[in-house]
């Protein structure tokens, strides 16, 4: 269900009009990717970037500098979260958030290092892989951003090459506003630099544009990093696209009314794909072990003592057992009940961050910067 004649961008605003190229993918349905680097995240903090993804409607969203250890996944709330962190100390990190019902979708997720993690989603015609990064700062040695490099690519080889691929993240670089064909399109910010051409020469390499370079969008849609002073912002966050499926994204900005305490902008893409959901099996009721009643022994007990166990075939034996076992505990034993966890955060608490994120709108930052310091005392 895809129309690649179609020259016209979908909507009619100048703010998601696609300057450049000509044929383009249209798909049938929709949906939103964020990355954001959050500058580390404690419980609290995940309760606000989660409060964030529900007011903005994201569905996936790619985090930097998670600043936590070790790897895994686990509900939070109407969320699902994919983490990977460094194996010794706190920093660095990269992990997903997504809301349940794009987890439905999910077929894996690989685990690459504490810069670089994947996720695949299952889709019509073609399944989705999107690469979240968290790359070194311009600062350390060049042999640092090669060697991040070279892991990308790794990872990029390893993926299914039939794949829609996105990589986004933070990748500390400045592509500028000179534009490179098919690549860099002519809405970047400020001058290239050193970082700014491994990543142009990663893209052409691989046949990749810099998404959020290609559409017109005032200033404060397109930097994604302010200095504590204020006085300085740069576009050093970007989203990767395919050049084959450049028509699939429809628009990339930033959101400048997201907040969450942290110096950068929350970067956001919405795409035209068609997703699948994956059947996962039920998760089943556990028994209260700890609460095993009398009768449930008594029973068990007089079951075994008529069993005839010397002309049955083991495998026929064993299953016997196992049918009185649980037959006899579903009837006896009760289940473990689930308990619901409380909010980390309390009423108080959200409304600082609530009035953090009004201030930093209305650019009263010295507000925003105390209101910040409150926040983190009470999370």
């Known amino acids: 269900m895809c129309d690649t004649r179609r020259t016209n961008p979908h909507g009619g605003l100048i703010a998601d009009r696609v300057t450049g190229g000509?044929?383009?993918?249209?798909?049938?349905?929709?949906?939103?990717?964020?990355?954001?680097?959050?500058?580390?995240?404690?419980?609290?903090?995940?309760?606000?970037?989660?409060?964030?993804?529900?007011?903005?409607?994201?569905?996936?969203m790619g985090v930097s500098e998670l600043h936590w250890v070790g790897s895994g996944d686990f509900n939070s709330g109407e969320h699902v979260m994919y983490y990977l962190g460094n194996n010794n100390e706190r920093r660095r990190g990269v992990d997903f958030i997504t809301n349940k019902k794009l987890a439905k979708c999910v077929e894996n997720v690989r685990y690459i290092s504490d810069r670089v993690m994947t996720i695949r989603l299952r889709g019509k015609p073609l399944n989705l892989t999107i690469i979240q990064v968290y790359a070194p700062t311009a600062d350390v040695d060049v042999v640092d951003i090669e060697e991040f490099y070279v892991n990308v690519q790794s990872t990029l080889n390893q993926t299914p090459q039939n794949d829609i691929i996105y990589i986004i993240g933070d990748f500390n670089a400045k592509v500028g506003n000179g534009e490179v064909t098919g690549v860099v399109g002519s809405h970047g910010l400020g001058k290239r630099n050193e970082a700014g051409d491994h990543l142009v020469l990663f893209c052409q390499e691989n046949k990749f544009r810099i998404a959020n370079t290609f559409f017109i969008q005032p200033n404060r849609r397109l930097y994604t990093w302010t200095s504590p002073c204020g006085q300085h912002r740069n576009q050093i966050d970007y989203i990767l696209c395919q050049q084959k499926w450049r028509g699939s994204i429809q628009?990339?900005?930033?959101?400048?009314?997201?907040?969450?305490?942290?110096d950068h902008q929350l970067l956001a893409a919405k795409i035209r794909v068609r997703l699948s959901k994956i059947k996962k099996p039920i998760i089943q009721n556990k028994f209260d072990v700890s609460n095993i009643?009398?009768?449930?022994?008594?029973?068990?007990?007089?079951?075994?003592?008529?069993?005839?166990?010397?002309?049955?075939?083991p495998d026929e034996l064993w299953k016997k057992i196992k049918d009185i076992i649980i037959e006899t505990a579903?009837?006896?034993?009760?289940?473990?009940?689930?308990?619901?966890?409380?909010?980390?955060?309390?009423?108080?608490?959200?409304?600082?961050a609530d009035r953090r994120r009004a201030s930093k709108a209305m650019g009263k930052m010295d507000e925003a910067r105390r209101l910040n310091a409150e926040f983190q005392r009470e999370a």
């Open 330 to 352: 579903q009837e006896y034993v009760p289940y473990k009940k689930r308990i619901k966890t409380q909010p980390w955060l309390t009423e108080d608490t959200i409304q600082i």
């Open 293 to 313: 009643p009398k009768q449930y022994n008594v029973e068990v007990k007089s079951k075994f003592d008529i069993l005839n166990i010397e002309n049955d075939h």
């Open 251 to 262: 628009t990339a900005k930033t959101l400048p009314g997201a907040d969450c305490g942290t």
């Open 22 to 60: 000509n044929d383009r993918l249209r798909c049938t349905e929709s949906f939103t990717i964020r990355t954001w680097n959050v500058r580390g995240l404690n419980i609290g903090k995940l309760d606000i970037v989660k409060k964030e993804m529900d007011r903005t409607g994201v569905d996936l």
